[in-house]
């Protein structure tokens, strides 16, 4: 039995011969919120579209609990494939009332179940009071949960929601996916969630798939994702971790900031690229030092430093808010993780040897 | 103080308009009640529905057509469908006329090869209907472009995710959204129709306007045209209120899309689309300007003199620019007081701005024929009354004109003028009015242009032997010189189709009813 709820393999989604979308795996299992995050132009929302059948692929299929819903005989359109969508601008008719809204979908039911569903709905998402209102007096927030019960009205079988808290105030966006995920998880349904903000996938994200030029880079859940990135991408996207180059030698890892004892199955003298966070990296005043402090941004409970090494590569560290040194400081950097650090050759992450996971301390 | 002078200026011939319709003799008011008056109601109404209906029947399948399909040709279509705009509909009904008439075009030739004598009458509802259709369809087109390319793709988008067919749905949501465009553009060709004067005259059609003129050239007793005058004019407000009514609540409404829709693929409808777009171009545009062609040169094979149309050329420049030039300086005042200082007595110049399009043309001539006749001799069947009438009609668009364009001048401009020194004058004459000179020219340019095509008026107030463009057409029409038309009217057109471009330019204005 499989439970994937919608399968998508191998899309391919050409705009002008511009590929927004190529190559394209994607499973969305039953009863799950997946949330789809890259930089904006990755074919995110293409892939959103042609899911809800806004889009035919050029190539690929869809299956949808082991019905084809796309391939290169079928095409099921999109009102018939009870898949409900929330815009990322909402799209509320803006000729008719919340209530009229709310009942678009409902339009084979009769009109005493119309009006109890509508009314159960709009309790669900806290608008009771406003079944009369039009749209154009509503606020932003309001609007979203419009557009929210009107998808989930016909009971769809998946939910998409593309960018659906893009255009609203920090304050709100933060109350509103806290509901929004309380309300989908509560009514355990299936969700694909679209969205450029990585804190925001973390946040809603059973499950993450990241993106980047038309194809899913890596899909896990969100702590394998943050603490194995599958490639330098999705450790740059995800992260916002330094990279750096070092050298493949016996004892593990030979980097300008000294030797990273982490061991790879790669020949000596590989050139690779290790991940580290401005968490991993740690410096003080003794002995030989190999940077110096560029700037420091004060973020209350610890210090942002900018430090730049000899080969004026530029790393940031954190130090605890107390610990404060001036600009123009040489200081002697080093890698002070805890834990194995992600190391990509040719881009592409490569696991450490399973025998050699010491305590990665200082050289 | 200017501006007050400049408002009741305005406002005075109207006033005197209602004063001379209450003390109409009791003979007026039982003709007024009349069945004949009754029927020229009836008729005016009847034909503004007749033509509102056609012109969205017409205006809005073009429209969805050329935005929203794989139609081949699309822009061109959509550049050439809005073009009958540009003709003064009594130019087109003289082409309609010299086609159809009985001693026209047609017949003739239709006599000549198949021997038949007699062609259904163009005179009359039908031939008004047809050429008032083709001439303001393009009013409804263009809303219904306008409302198209502003829907986002996501609205209909969310239908279907709802499970509507996309029949359905473009019944539904496509459709509905488009409720306000096609309401306000379809009251503006009722406005259309009801204030025209020249197609129904030509054709004749006896609506208000017609019955108007032919009142007052014809009784004695004038309190009859003013009492019509003014069921006519509260006719005009009903239908202006109405267009600004929806045009207010839809602007409530603040959609742009982000996304257009895709076109929808018509498959072999096409050929069947471009046949109805061919058509409708056949009849408001290749047909007009084929028979435009012809009679223009028939007229110089026949040696029509060149000499014939210069004085009315002159006379047309002279009346117009005159006209331009005082109707823009008498709407600067009232313009800069509405933008800058804000308050009742501006929003009553705004409001009578308005007011002023729905008063038609002939209307305004009738009063101050009146008040000419009665108040001012030595004034009456001069130069002065035109460019008076003139001034009333077109005031209303230069103050929009210049509004908007005094809109874009920050006052942080003038007051930085005043800090360093300026007094309020100065400050006018550094600051303020170099910048809205160009947009003070654009504004004069666009009542000149206007003023040429204007008819009624300088019908019933140029001075005896002045003729212009205008007049020359009328004249020509009325005693079937169909050739010495020509020439007249190919100019109006061109001068019509400036001004045309000139709006386009100056779309930043309220964007109301343009006069034609």
């Not at chain 1, 009229?100 to 669900?124: T, Y």
């Not at chain 2, 002279?318 to 501006?346: D, E, K, N, Q, Y």
Request: aromatic share 8%; hydrophobic share 50%.
């Amino acid at each position: 039995m499989n439970d994937n709820l919608i399968e998508c393999c191998q899309l391919e989604k050409c705009f002008s011969s511009q590929p927004a979308v190529s190559g394209l795996n994607l499973e969305l299992r039953d009863g799950e919120i997946l949330a789809l995050v890259g930089p904006s132009g990755c074919g995110k929302t293409t892939t959103l579209r042609l899911i809800a059948g806004f889009e035919r692929p050029d190539r690929g299929e869809i299956w949808m609990q082991g019905r084809p819903l796309s391939n290169e005989d079928t095409f099921v359109p999109p009102e018939k494939r009870q898949i409900g969508v929330v815009f990322q601008d909402y799209a509320i008719f803006p000729h008719l009332s919340v209530a009229e809204n709310v009942a678009f979908g409902l339009h084979k039911k009769s009109p005493a179940q119309v009006k109890q569903r509508v009314a159960e709905m709009l309790e669900l998402v806290g608008l009771s009071g406003l079944a009369k209102r039009m749209p154009h007096q509503l606020s932003g927030g309001e609007r979203q949960r419009v557009a929210l019960a009107r998808a989930l009205a016909p009971q769809p079988k998946v939910l998409l929601l593309d960018e659906p808290f893009s255009s609203l105030d920090m304050d709100l966006r933060l109350k509103l996916r806290e509901e929004v995920r309380w309300l989908l998880k509560n009514l355990h349904l299936t969700a694909l969630f679209v969205t450029h903000d990585q804190e925001e996938a973390l946040y809603m994200g059973d499950r993450l798939a990241v993106m980047n030029q038309g194809h899913v880079q890596q899909a896990d859940s969100p702590e394998r994702i943050f603490s194995h990135p599958a490639n330098r991408f999705v450790a740059e996207f995800m992260g916002n971790a330094n990279l750096l180059p070092g050298q493949v030698v016996e004892q593990g890892i030979e980097t300008e900031i000294g030797l990273i004892p982490q061991r790879v199955a790669l020949p000596f003298g590989s050139s690779v690229e290790l991940a580290v966070r401005a968490d991993d990296l740690g410096f003080d005043l003794h002995g030989e030092t190999n940077g110096v402090i560029l700037s420091r941004i004060f973020k209350g409970v610890l210090n942002v430093y900018q430090i730049r090494l000899t080969s004026g590569l530029v790393l940031e560290a954190f130090q605890p808010h107390y610990r404060m040194f001036p600009e123009g400081q040489a200081v002697r950097i080093f890698a002070d993780a805890g834990h194995e650090l992600a190391c990509f050759y040719n881009g592409v992450a490569i696991t450490a040897d399973e025998y050699h996971l010491d305590r990665v301390t200082k050289a | 103080m200017p501006a007050a002078l400049v408002a009741l200026a305005m406002t005075v011939p109207l006033f005197y308009l209602v004063i001379r319709a209450a003390g109409a003799s009791p003979a007026a008011w039982s003709w007024l009640l009349r069945l004949q008056t009754l029927q020229i109601i009836g008729q005016s109404i009847g034909l503004a529905l007749a033509v509102m209906l056609s012109a969205v029947i017409i205006g809005l399948p073009t429209a969805w057509l050329v935005t929203r399909t794989n139609l081949p040709g699309k822009t061109l279509w959509a550049a050439l469908l809005p073009l009958p705009l540009v003709i003064p509909s009594y130019v087109s009904a003289y082409l309609f006329v010299s086609l159809f008439a009985p001693r026209g075009l047609l017949q003739n030739l239709l006599e000549g090869w198949l021997g038949i004598e007699r062609l259904p009458s163009i005179y009359g509802f039908w031939g008004a209907w047809l050429v008032l259709t083709l001439m303001t369809y393009p009013y409804v087109f263009l809303a219904v472009r306008a409302g198209l390319i502003r829907t986002d793709r996501s609205l209909e988008e969310a239908a279907r995710s709802l499970g509507y067919s996309a029949w359905k749905t473009f019944w539904k949501v496509t459709l509905s959204q488009l409720r306000p465009a096609l309401a306000a553009s379809s009251l503006l060709v009722g406005l259309y129709v009801l204030r025209d004067f020249g197609a129904v005259s030509i054709l004749r059609f006896t609506t208000f306007t017609r019955a108007i003129y032919l009142q007052y050239q014809s009784s004695i007793d004038r309190s009859a045209a003013a009492l019509l005058s003014l069921v006519l004019v509260l006719i005009t407000i009903g239908f202006l209120v109405g267009e600004q009514r929806i045009r207010r609540s839809s602007a409530e409404q603040p959609y742009t899309a982000v996304h257009p829709a895709p076109p929808v693929d018509l498959g072999h409808w096409r050929v069947a689309a471009i046949v109805i777009i061919i058509g409708v171009l056949l009849g408001a545009l290749i047909l007009p300007a084929g028979v435009l062609f012809y009679w223009l040169v028939r007229g110089l094979a026949a040696g029509e003199q060149l000499s014939g149309w210069l004085r009315p050329l002159t006379g047309s420049l002279t009346a117009s620019g005159l006209a331009a030039v005082i109707t823009v300086i008498a709407a600067l005042p009232a313009s800069l007081l509405s933008v800058r200082r804000p308050g009742f007595f501006s929003q009553l110049i705004e409001k009578w701005s308005y007011l002023g399009y729905a008063v038609p043309g002939v209307v305004i001539a009738l009063s101050l024929v009146f008040l000419g006749a009665n108040y001012l001799p030595l004034m009456y069947q001069t130069l002065f009354m035109l460019l008076l009438a003139y001034g009333i009609l077109f005031l209303p668009q230069a103050v929009g004109n210049l509004q908007a364009v005094l809109r874009q001048v920050q006052p942080s401009l003038e007051e930085a003028a005043a800090s360093l020194g300026h007094s309020p004058l100065r400050v006018f004459q550094r600051i303020t009015l170099p910048l809205v000179m160009p947009g003070a020219s654009a504004a004069a340019a666009l009542v000149f242009l206007t003023a040429m095509k204007e008819l009624p008026a300088t019908l019933l107030l140029a001075p005896t032997g002045f003729s212009t463009l205008a007049t020359q057409v009328w004249g020509a029409v009325s005693e079937a010189y169909f050739a010495r038309a020509a020439l007249p009217a190919l100019i109006l057109i061109l001068v019509s189709s400036i001004s045309i471009l000139l709006i386009n330019h100056h779309t930043s204005d309220e964007g109301s009813a343009q006069r034609t």
